[in-house]
């Protein structure tokens, strides 16, 4: 269901239920989950590289266990709480920067997964859709929080509202995704980026994730101030010393993490 594999100090997840779209189970979010917080703890890993096996990137929640769940009376089985929500905290706060290879369809809760992630590279047969009203559902995933911040309120409402489903083009246009590639270069742009990411500065990373993160919710002053903080915790770090030292010796810093 998830293949994990870590190499160049990148961790990629591939959600790997192609016959069903990627679409989320109860067992594929559970081992979602656990694939994050693998590669969240390990200092080995300094970026993350999240895509989808066969034609979509992932299809959202799986509609025929939700349709179960209903059934039996089970409503949504605690999967917000238990699942999706975990998922996408992990996805936007672990300290280290994710990449979204968005490799076909993102629909539902499978676009809110790529919205969470740093940067978004799409195929240019990638689409997404906001398919949650089409079922009666509310965005959830943090899509509400995230696709706003995307493209601005106006066009989330439209895009939440309608349902309407956004082209690879126009997802770029509109800044939903950062690069569109041929489908058959998804792949390896979204690693490059992620192998480079891997090879800077991590915790310099993880707290401008952090910084704009606080800074989307919060005053300029507050901002500042925790800009303030966080630049403290860099200074001290050894990647900063020896960026420093490198660039006065006319030299390519090498960045190690610490
Ligand atoms: O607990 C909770 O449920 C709460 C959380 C909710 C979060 C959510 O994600 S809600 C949104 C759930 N997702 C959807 O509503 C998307 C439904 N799928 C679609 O709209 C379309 O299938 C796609 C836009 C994703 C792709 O369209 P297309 O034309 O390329 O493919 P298709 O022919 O519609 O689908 C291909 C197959 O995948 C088909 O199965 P079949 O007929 O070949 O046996 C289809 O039923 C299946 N499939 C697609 N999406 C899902 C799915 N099966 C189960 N769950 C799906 N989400």
């Known amino acids: 269901m998830i293949r994990y594999?870590?190499?160049?100090?990148?961790?990629t997840i591939t959600l790997d239920r192609p016959d069903a779209m990627n679409s989320l189970t109860a067992e594929l979010k559970t081992a979602l989950l656990d694939a994050l917080r693998r590669a969240a703890a390990?200092?080995?890993?300094?970026?993350?590289?999240?895509?989808?096996?066969?034609?979509?990137?992932?299809?959202?929640?799986?509609?025929?266990e939700h349709a179960d769940n209903l059934e039996a009376g089970r409503g949504l089985a605690g999967t917000v709480h238990e699942h999706y929500n975990p998922i996408v905290e992990l996805l936007a706060t672990m300290p280290k920067p994710v990449v979204a290879a968005v490799n076909g369809v993102a629909a539902g809760a499978g676009a809110s997964l790529a919205f969470a992630c740093d940067l978004r590279?799409?195929?240019?047969?990638?689409?997404?859709?906001?398919?949650?009203?089409?079922i009666g559902l509310v965005p959830d995933s943090g899509a509400s929080w995230t696709l706003q911040?995307?493209?601005?309120?106006?066009?989330?409402?439209?895009?939440?509202?309608?349902?309407?489903?956004?082209?690879?083009?126009?997802?770029?246009?509109?800044?939903?995704?950062?690069?569109v590639v041929p489908p058959e270069e998804v792949l390896k742009t979204a690693r490059d980026l992620a192998v480079r990411l891997a090879a800077g500065p991590t915790?310099?990373?993880a707290a401008t994730r952090r910084a704009l993160a606080y800074a989307a919710t919060h005053t300029l002053a507050e901002s500042l101030e925790l800009e303030a903080r966080l630049q403290d915790e860099c200074a001290a770090t050894e990647d900063h010393r020896a960026a420093t030292r490198a660039f006065l010796a006319k030299e390519t810093p090498v960045f190690k993490g610490r």
């Not at 870590?6 to 961790?11: E, G, M, Q, W």
């Open 5 to 11: 594999d870590v190499s160049d100090a990148v961790a």
């Open 42 to 64: 390990d200092d080995e890993v300094r970026a993350v590289l999240l895509t989808g096996s066969g034609r979509a990137f992932c299809a959202g929640q799986d509609l025929r």
């Open 121 to 134: 590279v799409a195929s240019e047969k990638a689409r997404f859709a906001m398919a949650f009203a089409a």
């Open 149 to 179: 911040r995307l493209v601005g309120p106006g066009r989330a409402t439209e895009l939440l509202l309608l349902g309407e489903p956004l082209d690879a083009a126009r997802a770029l246009e509109l800044g939903v995704v950062t690069r």
């Open 203 to 205: 915790r310099a990373y």
